[in-house]
C-alpha cells in the first residue's frame, strides 16, 4: 500500500480513536504489509510476535480438530484484529490465519504494543471494545458448529454474512466474498459433500445463489426464518 501509515491508522475502525499523539507513537513501530489471496499471515502453535489488524481485504481463522477436521472459526474483515489475544498472552497462536482474498494489515510488534499500551489510554478502550466483541462471537460460533440442524447453520452463516457485508441490489443482497464448497463446510462444521449437496438444492429453490464473485441471497427475512425454526 502508497498511504502513510498514520493515514491508515486513522481511518481503521481499530485505532482511528487515538488521540493524534497516541497514533503518531503507534505509527512509529507499526508496518504495512500485503498478502496474497491463499497466503498465510501465521500458522497454528507459531509464536505470536506480531499482532495483525487488518486494513482490507478479508482472513479466515482455521483451527483443526483433534479428528483430524478444520473448521473456519471466523471471516475476519478491516479493522479487525487477528491473533491478539495470543499476542497479548505471549501464547502460541491457538489457530492459522489464511487470506482468502488479497489483504492488507497493520502489523506492530508485542514488545512494542505491550510498552504503547501501558502509556495510551486511548489504545487500551480502543482494543479492549474490539476484542470483547471478536471473544462474544467466537464463543457464539462454538455454540453454531456444535448443535443445530445443518441447513439451519448455512442458513445462520448467509444471514450473518449478509448482516455484515451485504450489497443491497433489487433481486436480493449480494455478499462480495468468494467460499469454495470446502470452506462452506468448515464453515458450518460438515462435509464437503454435504455442502455441495445444500448449496445446489437452495440454488434451484433460489434461497443462495452461487456467483464469480460472491452470493446473491434474494430473501435474507426467509433464512433468518430457517433460524429461527
Same mark, same amino acid.
Given at each position: ?8 491508522l486513522?481511518?481503521? @475502525? ?6 493524534? !499523539? /497516541?497514533? !503518531? +507513537? ?8 500485503? *498478502? ?5 499471515? *501465521?500458522a497454528?502453535?507459531?509464536? &505470536?510476535?506480531?499482532?495483525? %489488524?487488518?486494513?482490507?481485504? +478479508? ?5 483443526v ?14 479493522? /479487525? ?9 505471549? +501464547? ?17 510488534? &508485542?514488545?512494542?504494543?505491550?510498552h ?25 460460533r462454538?455454540? $453454531? ?14 444471514? !450473518?454474512?449478509a ?7 433489487? #433481486?436480493?443482497?449480494?455478499? @462480495? ?10 464453515? #458450518?462444521? #460438515?462435509?464437503? $459433500? #454435504? ?14 445463489? %452461487?456467483? !464469480?464473485?460472491?452470493f446473491?441471497?434474494?430473501d ?7 433460524e429461527?425454526?
Amino acid at each position: 500500500m502508497s498511504f502513510p501509515i498514520e493515514a491508515v491508522l486513522r481511518v481503521n @475502525p481499530l485505532y482511528r480513536s487515538l488521540s493524534e !499523539k /497516541d497514533r !503518531k +507513537r503507534l505509527a512509529e513501530a507499526a508496518q504495512l504489509r500485503s *498478502f496474497a489471496r491463499g497466503e498465510t499471515l *501465521f500458522a497454528e502453535g507459531d509464536p &505470536s510476535e506480531l499482532l495483525h %489488524t487488518i486494513v482490507d481485504g +478479508r482472513v479466515k481463522l482455521v483451527k483443526v480438530l483433534p479428528i483430524g477436521r478444520e473448521v473456519i472459526l471466523e471471516i475476519l474483515g478491516p479493522g /479487525d484484529p487477528v491473533g491478539a489475544i495470543a499476542a497479548l498472552q505471549s +501464547r502460541p497462536y491457538p489457530a492459522t490465519a489464511v487470506a482468502i482474498e488479497p489483504a492488507s494489515c497493520i502489523l506492530i510488534r &508485542s514488545a512494542a504494543f505491550f510498552h504503547l499500551i501501558e502509556t495510551c489510554p486511548s489504545l487500551v478502550r480502543g482494543l479492549l471494545v474490539g476484542l470483547s466483541f471478536r471473544l462474544i462471537q467466537l464463543t457464539q460460533r462454538i455454540a $453454531e458448529v456444535s448443535g443445530s440442524r445443518v441447513e439451519v447453520r448455512f442458513a445462520r452463516l448467509f444471514a !450473518k454474512l449478509a448482516e455484515r457485508m451485504g450489497e443491497p441490489r433489487e #433481486t436480493g443482497v449480494f455478499i @462480495p466474498i468468494s467460499l469454495s464448497r470446502q470452506d462452506l463446510a468448515d464453515l #458450518t462444521g #460438515t462435509t464437503i $459433500e #454435504t455442502a455441495i449437496r445444500i448449496m445446489s438444492r437452495w440454488a434451484k429453490e433460489g434461497r443462495v445463489l %452461487t456467483e !464469480k464473485e460472491g452470493f446473491l441471497v434474494p430473501d435474507v427475512e426467509a433464512l433468518a426464518a430457517m433460524e429461527e425454526g
